[in-house]
């Protein structure tokens, strides 16, 4: 319809334009055409399903389009071809790229934005107050989004009642009220995804065990610390359960028998034991965060064949032994961050050379471990190891020493808060694809590795706070813009 109307302000049908605005509205028909030909290549659904989302996390996206039934093999690898097809067409903007050129979010650029409505209401695809507030068609939407409170809504009897999709993109923390939670899970029993975002609840929702269809569950339930097997069982067809602000510390094992389960969020989980040998395997799962230290045994960490993204969270230290030769169990790990809280500060008892990783293992990221050694002859084994970041007070130690031909795939390396760091060295031939190094602060550290210019890819180097020697030196460097050198917070 909007290109229709383009085109016939082009062809002089309705008004002549001047000659300055007919190549503005050119340009945009021509973009609208791409659109179109980009709808047709690619399910209609997934372009309106974006609709609703200005700026979201690529991890939620293709969460939501696997729980929506948009991608045919139910595989995050099949959404992320979808997603970069969408951002080299230009039709979906990717807002942070992490460190690694990993996608984090991403957004749709104003200029598709017409189209982009037209498309959702003429398919009568979605409803949302914000664009459609005068609609007469609610019984046919199957999708709905609030911008608002839920309690701002007009009367949800209006919708219909074989309605997929409810999100709630409100960034406000209103506190809903168990009944209105109640109403929807009995109104709405063909629901495939619930997302109630920031919405706080006082507890689990009563009426969940309707939502026989549910792929997709999101919930703020900040004093929720256990997970009863009366929950569990009517959600056992769910694919992604997240909980970021629930702290479990007790999960019925029945958990177990979640096999469909992909996608796992907590601001804390703790697994339970195995219960018995016929109750089979997470196969499915390939993402949790975050973890207690304490349940990463290696009978737990066994039956999670598949996982491919870890994070845990807790006292390392006291789980030294357990978690040091269990990681190994997880033979398709590539992403593991490792968040250290200790009961005793300063007092760390990580060793981290007693550590069997997962040779799988690309990205990985220390947090506050205090760890005493030098980690880098560990590290640089790992054979695919292509994003290292030791973050927050992650190494108390004054020097660091790359071994030669070590890391042979490293292409990123982030150094944060290594506040007593002098000296750090590099041997013959290593870091060989380094790409990009930043570190931050550098307070004490008066040189960089002269092995580091020798490397062939590197392309980036951001420092913080340099002390005065080593800004000096980089100001004299001859190659500083081949090298795009960033100080911070003064600059070069």
């Known amino acids: 319809l909007f290109s229709e109307r383009l085109r016939r302000l082009l062809s002089g049908e309705e008004v002549t334009l001047p000659d300055a605005a007919k190549q503005l509205a050119q340009n945009l028909h021509t973009e609208i055409e791409i659109v179109t030909s980009l709808l047709r290549d690619y399910e209609c659904e997934i372009a309106g399903h974006l609709v609703n989302i200005i700026v979201e996390e690529e991890e939620m996206i293709y969460q939501l389009w696997i729980a929506e039934g948009f991608i045919p093999d139910n595989n995050e690898g099949t959404a992320e071809k979808y997603l970069e097809h969408l951002i080299n067409r230009g039709f979906v903007e990717a807002k942070k790229i992490k460190v690694g050129s990993r996608i984090n979010t991403c957004s749709i650029p104003n200029r598709w934005w017409p189209a982009l409505i037209q498309v959702a209401l003429a398919g009568e695809f979605i409803y949302s107050s914000v664009i459609d507030q005068e609609s007469d068609s609610r ?5 709905l989004t609030a911008n608002v409170n839920l309690s701002e809504l007009d009367s949800l009897e209006d919708f219909n009642l074989y309605l997929h999709s409810l999100l709630c993109l ?16 009995k109104m709405f029993k063909f629901l495939r995804v619930l997302d109630l975002g920031s919405l706080v609840l006082s507890q689990l929702p009563s009426g ?7 792929r997709y569950l999101k919930l703020n339930i900040p004093s929720l610390k256990s997970l ?9 067809n769910l694919y992604t359960l997240d909980m970021p602000f629930s702290y479990i510390h007790h999960t019925a094992d029945v958990f177990w028998e979640m096999n469909k389960l992909r996608h796992l969020n907590f601001g804390l989980f703790t697994l339970p ?7 089979g395997s997470l196969e499915n799962l390939n993402f ?11 009978d737990i960490l066994g039956r999670l064949p598949n996982l491919r993204k870890l994070r845990i969270h807790g006292d390392l230290s006291n789980n030294q032994s357990l978690l040091s030769k269990s990681l190994y169990k997880l033979s398709s790990l590539e992403s593991l961050k490792l968040v250290n809280e200790s009961k005793m500060p300063r007092l760390s008892k990580i060793v981290l050379d007693e550590y069997q990783f997962p040779p799988s293992l690309t990205h990985l990221s220390f947090s506050n471990t205090e760890l005493m050694e030098d980690p880098m002859p560990t590290l640089e084994k790992l054979p695919l190891l292509q994003v290292l970041k030791l973050k927050k007070n992650s190494y108390l130690g004054r020097k660091l020493t ?15 808060s290594m506040l007593w760091l002098e000296e750090w060295t590099m041997g013959t031939g290593a870091m060989p694809k380094l790409e990009c190094l930043i570190i ?3 307070a004490y550290l008066k040189r960089l590795p002269k092995q580091l210019w020798s490397v062939k890819r590197f392309k980036k180097l951001e420092l913080w706070r340099p002390q005065p020697e080593l800004r000096q030196k980089l100001r004299d460097f001859k190659d500083k813009e081949q090298y795009n050198i960033q100080l911070y917070p003064y600059g070069i």
């Open 228 to 236: 009863p097997s009366s929950f569990l069982s009517s959600i056992s």
């Open 402 to 416: 790359c071994g030669s031909h070590g890391f042979p795939k490293l292409k990123v390396l982030h150094l944060k």
């Open 170 to 185: 409100s960034s406000e923390s209103h506190h809903l009220d168990p009944l209105d939670c109640e109403k929807i899970c």
């Open 440 to 442: 931050d602060p550098c």
């Open 208 to 214: 969940i065990e309707n939502l026989f269809f549910l």
């Open 273 to 279: 034991a195995y219960p018995r040998n016929d109750c």
């Open 139 to 143: 019984k046919m939407i199957k999708r």
């Open 288 to 298: 949790i965060s975050a973890l207690h230290p304490r349940c990463c045994t290696p």
